[in-house]
């Protein structure tokens, strides 16, 4: 069982649409990052949130941390082909030992 | 260059053999992570260091492997006696430790292993 569970799983939509992935878990997270992974390469860091309810923004990337800090959502605004890759949250339990642990991913392809 | 450096990115080796990677983290970074991560799935945790100590390490880390960190600078992961299962992309990622709750980890680029 993920502690993360990413969904969807895999996402295929058209260049200009807007999309939502979700990042659940049963678990308090200290902090939560969201990451974007290109076939062949580590993934990248995007955004780090720590505190509940928090918003971040990165041009038309939106992301969230759940109230709670047991969530989080990333929303994409007007999609474009080049945000096609795998999106990954990732989370450092709360009185953990401080390692990420990983959701297994949204496949993202924007299509032209 | 001052990101996360792996090598090498790509190793191909027969059933049986070792193989060791290296890990060089950023340089200011004092925690060192490694991580396994197979097609179409998110990464999973093996092992890290805060500098030179191995502070934690997976059930995923079977005897076979072996992580070092020895000045607290770059890190190695030695596969011994590879299975066909060990096939994988192996990520090093690095974090400045901070206070809590905000860890960054900044990855590098990977080493894919395929035992053939």
């Known amino acids: 069982t993920q502690l993360l569970e990413q969904s969807p799983q895999f996402l295929s939509i058209q260049e200009g649409e807007n999309l939502t992935v979700y990042c659940n878990s049963s678990s308090v997270f200290s902090s939560l990052q969201w990451y974007r992974q290109e076939p062949g390469e580590g993934p990248v860091l995007l955004v780090t949130v720590v505190t509940g309810g928090e918003v971040k923004k990165l041009k038309r990337l939106t992301f969230q941390f759940g109230d709670a800090r047991k969530d989080s959502s990333l929303h994409i605004t007007a999609a474009q082909p080049g945000d096609t890759g795998l999106y990954l949250c990732a989370g450092v339990l709360e009185g953990s030992a401080r390692q990420l642990t990983f959701g297994s991913g949204t496949q993202l392809t924007v299509l032209p | ?116």
Not at chain 2, 21 to 35: A, M, T
Not at chain 2, 79 to 86: L, N, P, S, V, W
Not at chain 2, 90 to 115: H, K, P
Request: some cysteine; overall charge positive.
């Open chain 2, 1 to 116: 260059d001052t990101g996360v450096s792996q090598n090498p990115r790509h190793k191909i080796t027969k059933r049986g053999q070792n193989v060791t990677f290296r890990c060089d983290p950023i340089s200011e970074h004092n925690r060192l992570y490694w991580y396994r991560q197979t097609l179409g799935q998110g990464p999973e945790f093996l092992t890290y260091f805060q500098n030179e100590a191995q502070l934690e390490k997976s059930r995923l880390l079977s005897d076979r492997f072996s992580a070092e960190r020895p000045k607290g600078s770059f890190s190695t992961l030695e596969i011994q006696r590879t299975e066909q299962g060990d096939s994988a992309m192996y990520l090093c990622a690095s974090s400045l430790d901070r206070t809590r709750g905000n860890t960054e980890a900044f990855f590098g680029q990977g080493t894919r292993l395929t035992v053939v």
